[in-house]
């Protein structure tokens, strides 16, 4: 977030919904076709038990009633155009860098403030969620946006299964520290490793508040945070943390990585709010990726109605 430049893309790139909608019946016969019942296995309401291999699609997945209707931004751009730091700090750098990223095994640790810590494979815990297809906008703090189509689950259905205690005020996450596959964890510049992010409980356990392993109805690209990432459309990009290893439950507020490295510029709640202006750049308006021009910023980045009410005798004034 150092760098604030803007591509200009022609908005002939623009790849309209249709077109993915096609696609996808398309991928979806082909896998049927190609591996007959183990295909069939992942379908309907798709038990998660495994993930289907890297670049093969989701079968038949629940539509989501939070979906945006916004049209989508094509998946090239989604996979090309990326912030994931550990890669590199060039938009373009996560797409090559993060090509051989190991994501299986994966194992993700659940600790702190609930009845079942515990480190769990990533089957583990996938396996008794439906996944399902919810498209959202996200509008990262630089000023631009996308609007990308998820396969995941509530963050809130995998919170109550490990059982949150009753001293529980807040979730934090971490990012994977591998500096051996993480290029740009071994360049001091930036940020402190590993990347964290935190929610306060209730904002964690909100139904928008998604855990993500896909994207256009395949696994994540591992540029877009594999093989599982936060998914937390009101609030500012950064608050969307990739490549997850660790859920810590605690009474706390915990340290955040972009806060920690600039905290006049980025705060724990980071809601999206165009009335509060960064101290380098206006937040009134982003350029959602494929526009020619650019648009009005919504509060809450346009889900007000569904989580204004968390924010109640707060001044979002100041916490941006
Ligand atoms: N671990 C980690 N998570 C991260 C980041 C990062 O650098 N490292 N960048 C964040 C920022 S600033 C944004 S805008 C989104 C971008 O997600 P995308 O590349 O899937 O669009 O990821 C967020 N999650
Ligand atoms: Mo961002």
């Given at each position: 977030m150092r760098k604030f430049t803007i591509p200009s893309i022609?908005?002939?790139?623009?790849?309209?919904?249709?077109?993915?909608?096609?696609?996808?019946?398309f991928l979806r016969h082909s896998i049927e076709t190609s591996l007959g019942l183990a295909a069939?296995?992942?379908?309907?309401?798709?038990?998660?038990?495994?993930?289907?291999p890297a670049g093969a699609a989701f079968a038949d997945l629940g539509k989501s009633v939070h979906s945006s209707q916004d049209p989508l931004t094509p998946?090239?751009?989604?996979?090309?155009?990326?912030?994931?730091y550990e890669f590199g700090t060039d938009k373009s750098d996560?797409?090559?860098?993060?090509?051989?990223?190991?994501?299986?095994?994966?194992?993700?640790?659940?600790?702190?403030?609930?009845?079942?810590?515990?480190?769990?494979?990533?089957e583990d815990i996938l396996?008794?969620?439906?996944?399902?297809?919810?498209?959202?906008?996200?509008?990262?703090?630089?000023?631009w946006s996308m609007v990308i189509p998820w396969v995941g689950f509530p963050?809130?259905?995998l919170l109550k299964r490990f059982q949150p205690t009753a001293k529980a005020r807040y979730v934090a996450f971490e990012t994977l520290h591998d500096p051996a596959q993480m290029p740009g964890q071994r360049d001091g510049f930036s940020l402190d490793w590993p990347y964290v992010e935190g929610l306060r409980l209730d904002e964690a356990l909100h139904p928008l508040t998604l855990l993500a392993v896909g994207l256009y109805g395949k696994v994540l690209p591992n540029q877009n945070g594999a093989p599982i990432r936060l998914v937390v459309p009101w609030k500012y990009g950064f608050k969307s943390i990739k490549s997850l290893v660790k859920i810590h439950l605690s009474a706390q507020q915990p340290p955040t990585s972009w806060n920690k490295s600039a905290p006049n510029e980025y705060g724990f709640y980071a809601n999206v709010n165009p009335a509060v202006d960064h101290p380098r750049w206006s937040q009134a308006k982003e350029r959602r990726i494929g526009d020619f021009f650019k648009?009005?910023?919504?509060p809450f980045n346009g889900y007000a109605a569904e989580v204004a009410g968390l924010y109640t005798g707060m001044d979002l004034r100041t916490f941006f």
């Open positions: 022609p908005s002939s790139e623009i790849t309209p919904e249709q077109l993915y909608q096609e696609r996808r019946r069939l296995s992942l379908a309907p309401g798709l038990l998660a038990a495994e993930l289907p998946y090239e751009k989604v996979s090309r155009y990326n912030n994931f996560p797409a090559y860098a993060a090509k051989n990223l190991v994501t299986n095994p994966w194992s993700l640790t659940i600790s702190g403030e609930v009845a079942k810590p515990g480190t769990y494979t990533l396996r008794p969620h439906a996944l399902e297809e919810r498209i959202y906008r996200l509008r990262c703090v630089e000023g963050l809130a259905d648009r009005e910023t919504l």
